[in-house]
């Protein structure tokens, strides 16, 4: 479970990404973010995965108070949580393959399993075929599916998106969203901000909206 209680954000300047915000998010549970651009929403997930630390209250992701976490406790924390950002920055001269194995390398995993792990993650995400590629020669659609199998090689009990789809065509964005919805499906507790919520509203998602960095609904 995660857990915000009475949390604030504020950045240098002054100003507030998040105002006494107070969400459960449940195990298993689909959850979308939504809001204006500048409402909060990527400060909320950066705040889950301990890319940031709350200016006040607490975040709790599995029991662990995040705000509150030594620097050496970071790393366990991340390998239950699965990351898609808006820049997922790839690295362009290492391939498919070495992108994705990247996280495996940093969690010390044994060299066998790391890559069969791998090899399973890019056929979930439909590339298979392309582990030898260059990052750099696939479309915006495959780079980011290369992202999400990066995020998902370490079996994830929690998988954050921040805007999946933002910059994609309709129809891959389609493809990314029933992606997303098939790793929901098998368990994974689901967290995405997302501008177009239509492609999980209907399969049961729970719409969260904030404004201003406060929660309206």
Not at 56 to 67: H, K, Q, T
Request: no cysteine; charged share 25%.
């Amino acid at each position: 479970m995660i857990q915000f209680d009475h949390v604030s954000k504020r950045y240098p300047g002054g100003h507030e990404a998040l105002i006494d915000l107070e969400l459960e998010i449940r195990h298993g549970e689909l959850l979308v973010l939504a809001g204006h651009s500048g409402a909060g929403k990527s400060t909320l997930l950066k705040l889950i995965a301990a890319l940031e630390a709350p200016s006040s209250g607490r975040v709790l992701v599995n029991g662990l108070d995040v705000g509150r976490m030594r620097r050496s406790q970071v790393p366990y924390l991340r390998r239950s949580l699965g990351l898609v950002m808006q820049e997922h920055r790839l690295l362009m001269d290492r391939t498919v393959f070495d992108n994705v194995l990247l996280p495996l390398i940093v969690s010390g995993e044994r060299p066998s399993d790391a890559h069969a792990r791998v090899r399973v993650a890019l056929e979930k995400v439909g590339l298979g075929e392309f582990e030898k590629a260059m990052p750099i020669t696939l479309s915006g659609g495959e780079q980011q599916r290369v992202a999400i199998a990066r995020a998902i090689v370490n079996r994830p009990s929690i998988l954050i998106a921040d805007e999946p789809t933002a910059h994609l065509d309709p129809a891959y964005a389609r493809e990314i969203a029933a992606l997303f919805r098939s790793f929901h499906a098998a368990g994974v507790t689901l967290i995405l901000a997302t501008h177009d919520d239509t492609l999980y509203s209907p399969y049961g998602a729970r719409r969260v909206e904030l404004a201003h960095g406060r929660l309206l609904a």
